[in-house]
């Protein structure tokens, strides 16, 4: 089954995740008009800020056993098997947070959605896309991610491609150069800015 | 605000408004810069484009994702076109502040600008001359009419090249001809930078960052130039003259007005309305001892350089110096003005007051000053401020201001040198003193405040470097006590000696951001008196906190005129490794210099120490072999 795997040496801060997530998840599925919708959608992914200033897109792993799930005592919270999904129902959610203190991740949100009753504050977070998975589209934080810090595929393949590039890495006579020496020029500078600040 | 003041600024005025200011729950850039954290890095490296709505469009760092926009453009394109429009919109920035001097000129022949005179006839003269308006006999309102027609010509496309490129050594004249880079007309380089710049026109990234050289140099040899000596011409040229500078500043028992901005012609203007004695008088009715007006930003060096005038603080103290309570009036006119100002103003009784019909800010009331309104303008609004001064609020001053000295132009430095720079060289050459820096350029929340001015010009002067600053970088060394005669006791002993015998600091405020033609001027008259090239000289430049598109303008100018140049923060080029190198390895083949990216002052001071020292070498001077 393929998941969403988060790659954060290659995040680049640019928050279009969270645009786009914010977007899949509106009445209109297009930015222009969503910002007008109301309740206003909003992002289930969020991107924080690293020591100097790197981004890290930070997502729900769909934990199993989920800490948020044993936690909901309304019993709003299930896992659906086929995505291997942890998902909220917004009509059974009481806004009592017990989940968000249970998350250890920091990734569940409290505010009106499209798909609760208007006026209704509820819990929300990532459902992995299964609206666009079932039209066959990939989860919009994967399709909008340029840099590839985010990715859709099987955990096997994924893994077997940074287990290679780890292997690569300790090849006798690798030059350890970075795949992007821009980027790792750029965060060099970062890191040496964010130091200053200590002196 | 979770980091420690002490962590965002050195200064001391700085941590303890910082405290305040978060006290009265007013935002702050650091706030603002904390909240856009991860910025992104498409946009940092230079990789997005926003040119044509085939777009917006970007390029993945890693290679596995788009490797080129719709068009087809790569990263070397897109990175090569981003930063050609900003060094565009650098010298569009100060060149149309040159333009606004030389229309007040124009109007101040004409007799349509009252209370504007000409100060400087002697420059006048020696400006008219160079642009070949003939003086003999001539009337001064005559030849200001007649020189400003010919800097307006300057403007346009009927030059084959600006007239101030003569100011430059033959050598570095030639090197620009071979390369096709000498500016024909200010506007007109940056305007083909925009055309060339549109989806499919240069393609070339070397092609488009030559240009971007002769823009640049359209500036620094140009519009800038033009800036610096009009405003001499109508204002005066700056003598040293003893001033303050920080916070303390302001006073408690007085009316404090503080200009803002970049253009002295309104900032002279209010200066002489808050000396008049009428308003002098209003503000005793009002139960104040005088009128105090101060500065922050370049404005504000403006009148530091020419009158003396107080100066409050710099780019990143122009939000927190209203969060003393005692500014009763904030004027600005335009450039580096934060959008934010009006609503840090709203949570005290200060008045904003925007002056620029080309600049219009939330939270400020326009007060639209013209040449022929403008001495009426300045009356009108330092009332308001008088009648302000009585709604005060808790008034926090916190700290005692510093001493300074500013006003070193060029022909004060070669008076001072007794009329030649043979003096200077000589020091030089003998090795008492190493070389000289400029230190100029702004603040940027990514750097702790001054820390990478301060530091580096202390590491440069204790090295017997002699130090000229300018605009933001100025203001910090002059906070940081480099400024009086007694700083010479932080310099090497050479440079010590030296500016103890002349009686000057060992770092010598040569104006505002505008005013870095001053450093090309000193340049090329040291590269002129050794019969050198401006890359010959062991001289360099450095911007350690820059934010500005003009502060990039000014850095590629420098550079193409033969001066190496450390920058501070990373330009948005590191999208292309091609242009990285070109720029920091590749120019020097071409202009003879290269920039660096050094954003700690220490290693940045070490750069630069064995650039001058590989200078000295080759111009067969005692050297040091071993820095750092």
Known sequence: MKKVMVHPERCVGCMQCMAACATAHSQTKCLLTAIAETPLPKPRVHVGAGLYGEGFPNRCRHCDPAPCLLACLPGAISRHRDTDTVIINPDICINCASCAMACPFGVIRYHQDMTAAPGKTVAVKCDNCMARQRAGLNPACVEICKSGALTFEEPAAGLKRKTDEVARSVSVCAEGLPSAPGFALLNAVKKAQAGLSKM | MSRKYEDLTITKDGQLLLKKAEHDQVETVWDRYQAQLPQCGYCDMGLSCRICIMGPCRVDPFGEGPQQGVCGADADIIVARNLGRMIAAGAASHSDHGRDLVEVLAEVAE??????????????????????????????????????????EEFGTRKKELTLLKRAPAKRQDIWKKLGIAPRGIDRETSEMMHRTHMGVDNGWVSLLLHGMRNALSDGWGGSMIATDVSDILFGTPKPAATTVNVGVLKEDQVNIIVHGHNPVVSEMVLQACQSPEMLQLASAKGAKGINLAGVCCTGNELLMRHGVPM???????????????????????????????????????????????????????????????????????????????????????????????????????????????????????????????????????????YGHVTLTRRLIENDILVLDTGCAAVANAKAGFKVAEAINYAGPGLKEICGALGIPPVLHVGSCVDNVRILGLVSALANALGVDISDLPVAGAAPEWYSEKAATIGVYFVASGVYTVLGPMPPITGSMNIVNLLTQGLNDLVGAVFAVEPDPEKAAILIRKHIETKRQALGLPFLANVG
């Open chain 2, 111 to 152: 007799g349509r600008a009252p209370g504007y005179t000409i100060v400087d006839e002697a420059k006048l003269k020696s400006l008219a001359a160079e642009f070949g308006v003939a003086v003999d006999g001539k009337d001064p309102l005559q030849i200001a009419k007649e020189l400003a027609a010919a800097m307006q």
């Open chain 2, 312 to 450: 409050a603080g710099n780019h990143l103290t122009t939000e927190l110096v209203l969060a003393t309570g005692a500014v009763d009036m904030m004027i600005v006119d335009y450039q580096c003005i934060m959008p934010s100002l009006g609503k840090v103003a709203a949570c005290y009784h200060t008045k904003m007051i925007s002056t620029s019909d080309k600049a219009h800010f939330p939270g400020m009331e326009h007060r639209e000053f013209h040449p022929d309104n403008v001495a009426d303008m300045a009356r009108m609004v330092v009332k308001e401020a008088i009648d302000n001064f009585g709604r005060r609020g808790r008034v926090y001053i916190p700290v005692e201001p510093v001493n300074a000295i500013g006003g070193f132009s060029i022909e004060t430095i070669i008076g001072a040198l007794g009329g030649t720079p043979q003096p200077l060289i000589e020091a030089i050459k003998a090795g008492k003193i190493r070389g000289a820096a400029g230190v100029v350029g702004c603040n940027n929340p990514k750097i702790k405040q001054d």
